[in-house]
Structure formats: structure tokens, C-alpha cells
């Protein structure tokens, strides 16, 4: 079973001395996998020998400059190994991939638009074929994270390239829609999955991809959100396999108000109430810690709640006695784990650490995304429920409806 962590260096470039402690840290509560989100919008931080201007510091004014170099990668890697633990690299496609279109924009549909990567142009796989070669030959272990969330398609709709390229795909199967840009996204997934299998390696997908109908069923699927609640169980049931890293439970980015510790220590990979644990696809489940912030922060959002989602107590109550050498022995090392009195806040506490959370997240928050949210309101039904569900507690309904239409969200709050 993957016992997992995410960790976002593409926002935030922690030292790999940061990175080993860490690793080490999330070893003792128990994971066997580190997931490391490496490219984004915001930086590319992995060397590449073969394409060196994704890393270049030429680019920092616009979003490169810091990264990790294929040694300092391959120390901790074997760091990680010594501790069992298999390091699983993500190089996002086709979206959030705006440093690489930065260094290389005829990836892109259109030179001025680096939001989304082309599949359209041949010349993207053979560029990606030996882009993830390079890639693969760094990383010892058997999976590879392809990212696929969030891809804006705005661009491909607006491309003579990636138009001509969908109406082939549609053509090959009377169930394809020549309109369904989701297709385009599937039919690239399924073409690194490719070129990833003949490096010996297995892809992973955010569940984003599920959307795709033509998507290759090899893929495994990393759940996180409620907006692609409904194509889990279809996947699970047809023999798909995935990871659980359910946003409302283990997005370890939320404050411990919104993600308590019990909450963490009492986690079942359920959606909808249906149990996903049963289905031998199920491969395990992975804490994400997305953003980033210097190391204190870090150790603080991060401990002791990934103690607490692999932790074997039998109950909570075990569970937070067995802390008490884990805080001293954190302490002894300098590192400030979240108070365990503040782990589980209720009354004024929580409501006033959730309040400021949202207000913070949405100064943040660029215009287009709550657009996006406003326009598909079917498909985010189901995010929006499980968003106060699972974050917030009758009594703060008044305050978040106010805050939802100050912000512009109009459609969101309904009970
Ligand atoms: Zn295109």
C-alpha cells in the first residue's frame, strides 16, 4: 500500500538540507512514498541536461532560477532509499506547465499563450519523449506523476492544430464528440503513458484525466476533488487503480480548523459514502501539502498530522499519548511540530482560524478561477456541498455567506 506525501517545491524552494529533514521526519510517521511536485506555473526545479533553458536562471524574471540539480535529486533519492522510501517525481502536462512554456513558448498553441501545453503539433511528443527520457533515467522507482489538473482548454479550442487533431480522434469512435476537448487532454495523457512505459514506468494522473472519454484504464488516477466524485466509482469498478488524497481530508495546506488531527486519525477512503477501500484497484492513500512556506511552517502544517493518517493506534486517545516522544524528539532537533492542544480547535478558536484562512486564500485567488467555478455550476455542485460539509459548521453559514458574496461567488451557498 503507498503510504504517501506530496510536497510543492515548484511555489517554494526548500534547501536540500529542508528537503532531507523533511523526508526524515514524514519517515517516522510512517510513509513510504514522496511525491514531488516539481514544475508549475510558477518555477521549473528539476535540471535538465537536454533542455537546460527550463531550469535557467535567464528565465528567473519571469518564473525559473532555483531548482535541484540531477546530483543534488539523486542525493535524495538515495537519502529517501535508505529510509524505504520511493521518491515519485510529477512533471505537470498539459496545464500549470507555464515555466515550461516560458523557456520553450512553440510548445504552446500559440506564442502568446503559455497556459496550456499543445497537443495538436508532433513536434510537443518529440520534445516530451525526450524531455521524460531524461527525466526517467534520474528517478530509480516504478511510477511517474504527469500532473493533468486544472488544464485550462481555452487555448486548444482557438487552435487550428489541436481542432485538426480532435476531429481525428472523434472520428475513430462514434461515441466521441468532436467538440469534447477533454479528448485532447486523454489522447496526451495516453501518449506519455506511452513513451513513460517504454522508460519501464507507470503513469499517474490527477483525477482530472477521468474526464477524458478515450483515457487508457493503465493509468492510475490520484483522486483529490468532489467534482469528479461521480467517475471514481465506474473507474474503480471497471478494475482502474488509484490513489486517495481526498482535498477535504488530506490536503494538509488547510489550517488544523478545517482539517482537525482527529479528523486526519479517523480517515476512510470514502466519497459519497461508498467505501473505496474493498476495490483491489485501490492502491493507497497520499497527504498533499500544496504552497509552500519556509520549513517552520512546513513542520508545523505537516506534523503531527501525517502521524495521525498512519498511525496504527487502535484510537485517538493512543494515538496522542504515543506523541509525547515524538514532540520532545522534535524539539531536541529544533523543529516545532502544531501544538497538540491546538490540533483539534473548537468554539471561537476554529471559527476565527477558518474565517482568516479564506480570507487569506481568497487575496489570493485570481479572478478566472472563481469565474471558472461560476460557470460550470453542475459539475461543482458536488465540490461545493463537500467544501462546507467537511470544513464548516452550521454556525459559520452566515459569516461564509456574506464572505461568498463579497467575493462574487453568487451561486455557491444554497442552504
Ligand atoms: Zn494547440
Known amino acids: 500500500m503507498i503510504k504517501g506525501l506530496m510536497i510543492d517545491s515548484a511555489r517554494h524552494f526548500w534547501t536540500i538540507d529542508d528537503v532531507l529533514k523533511i523526508i526524515a521526519q514524514a519517515a517516522i510517521s510512517g510513509i513510504n512514498t514522496l511525491h514531488w511536485h516539481l514544475t508549475?506555473?510558477?518555477?521549473?526545479?528539476?535540471?535538465?541536461?537536454?533542455?537546460?533553458?527550463?531550469?535557467?536562471?535567464?528565465?528567473?524574471?519571469?518564473?525559473?532560477?532555483e531548482f535541484y540539480s540531477q546530483d543534488s535529486i539523486r542525493e535524495i533519492i538515495n537519502y529517501a532509499?535508505?529510509?524505504?522510501?520511493?521518491?515519485?517525481?510529477?512533471?505537470?502536462?498539459?496545464?500549470?506547465?507555464?515555466?515550461?512554456?516560458?523557456?520553450?513558448?512553440?510548445?504552446?498553441?500559440?506564442?502568446?499563450?503559455?497556459?496550456?501545453?499543445?497537443?495538436?503539433?508532433?513536434?510537443?511528443?518529440?520534445?516530451?519523449?525526450?524531455?521524460?527520457?531524461?527525466?526517467?533515467?534520474?528517478?530509480?522507482?516504478?511510477?511517474?506523476?504527469?500532473g493533468g489538473d486544472e488544464a485550462p482548454k481555452g487555448g486548444w479550442r482557438k487552435c487550428s492544430h489541436c481542432r485538426k487533431k480532435l476531429a481525428e480522434i472523434a472520428d475513430e469512435n462514434s461515441a466521441y464528440d468532436k467538440n469534447d476537448y477533454e479528448l485532447l487532454q486523454g489522447y496526451?495523457?495516453?501518449?506519455?503513458?506511452?513513451?513513460l512505459k517504454k522508460?519501464?514506468?507507470?503513469?499517474?494522473?490527477?483525477?482530472?484525466?477521468?474526464?477524458?472519454?478515450?483515457?487508457?484504464t493503465d493509468i492510475i488516477i490520484q483522486y483529490w476533488t468532489a467534482q469528479y466524485a461521480d467517475l471514481m466509482k465506474p473507474f474503480a469498478e471497471k478494475g482502474g487503480r488509484f490513489i486517495m488524497s481526498d482535498m477535504f481530508h488530506l490536503y494538509l495546506d488547510y489550517p488544523y480548523s478545517m482539517t482537525p488531527l482527529k479528523k486526519v486519525f479517523d480517515y476512510k477512503p470514502i466519497i459519497k459514502g461508498h467505501d473505496f477501500s474493498n476495490y483491489p484497484g485501490f492502491l493507497g492513500i497520499e497527504a498533499c501539502r500544496w504552497g509552500g512556506e519556509p520549513l517552520p511552517q512546513m513542520m508545523d502544517t505537516l506534523f503531527p498530522r501525517l502521524?495521525?493518517?498512519?498511525?496504527?493506534a487502535s484510537d485517538y486517545n493512543t494515538f496522542t499519548d504515543s506523541l509525547k516522544k515524538r514532540y520532545r524528539d522534535a524539539e531536541n532537533e529544533g523543529l516545532h511540530f502544531h501544538p497538540l492542544d491546538k490540533c483539534d480547535p473548537e468554539g471561537e478558536e476554529r471559527q476565527k482560524?477558518?474565517?482568516?484562512?479564506?480570507?487569506?486564500?481568497?487575496?489570493?485567488?485570481?479572478?478566472?478561477?472563481?469565474?471558472h467555478m461560476e460557470?460550470?455550476?453542475?459539475?461543482?455542485?458536488?465540490?461545493?456541498?463537500?467544501?462546507?460539509?467537511?470544513f464548516f459548521e452550521p454556525s459559520d453559514m452566515e459569516w461564509l455567506e456574506?464572505?461568498?458574496?463579497?467575493?462574487?461567488?453568487?451561486?455557491?451557498v444554497s442552504k
Open 375 to 390: 460557470n460550470s455550476p453542475a459539475q461543482n455542485k458536488d465540490f461545493v456541498e463537500s467544501f462546507i460539509k467537511y
Open 81 to 146: 532509499a535508505q529510509l524505504h522510501i520511493e521518491i515519485i517525481p510529477e512533471i505537470e502536462i498539459p496545464g500549470h506547465s507555464h515555466a515550461l512554456l516560458t523557456a520553450y513558448p512553440e510548445l504552446g498553441c500559440s506564442d502568446d499563450a503559455r497556459a496550456i501545453i499543445c497537443p495538436g503539433k508532433e513536434s510537443t511528443f518529440t520534445f516530451l519523449e525526450e524531455l521524460f527520457a531524461e527525466m526517467c533515467s534520474i528517478f530509480p522507482g516504478k511510477y511517474f506523476h504527469i
Open 402 to 412: 456574506g464572505f461568498m458574496k463579497k467575493i462574487g461567488y453568487s451561486n455557491a
Open 188 to 195: 496526451m495523457a495516453n501518449r506519455v503513458h506511452a513513451l
Open 353 to 371: 482560524e477558518t474565517f482568516a484562512f479564506m480570507i487569506n486564500m481568497n487575496a489570493k485567488m485570481n479572478q478566472d478561477a472563481i469565474q
Open 40 to 65: 508549475d506555473d510558477q518555477g521549473w526545479r528539476i535540471e535538465s541536461k537536454t533542455f537546460p533553458k527550463l531550469h535557467s536562471t535567464d528565465y528567473s524574471a519571469q518564473c525559473n532560477g
Open 199 to 216: 522508460q519501464g514506468k507507470q503513469t499517474i494522473c490527477w483525477n482530472d484525466a477521468l474526464a477524458a472519454k478515450n483515457l487508457d
Open 307 to 312: 502521524d495521525a493518517l498512519f498511525s496504527t
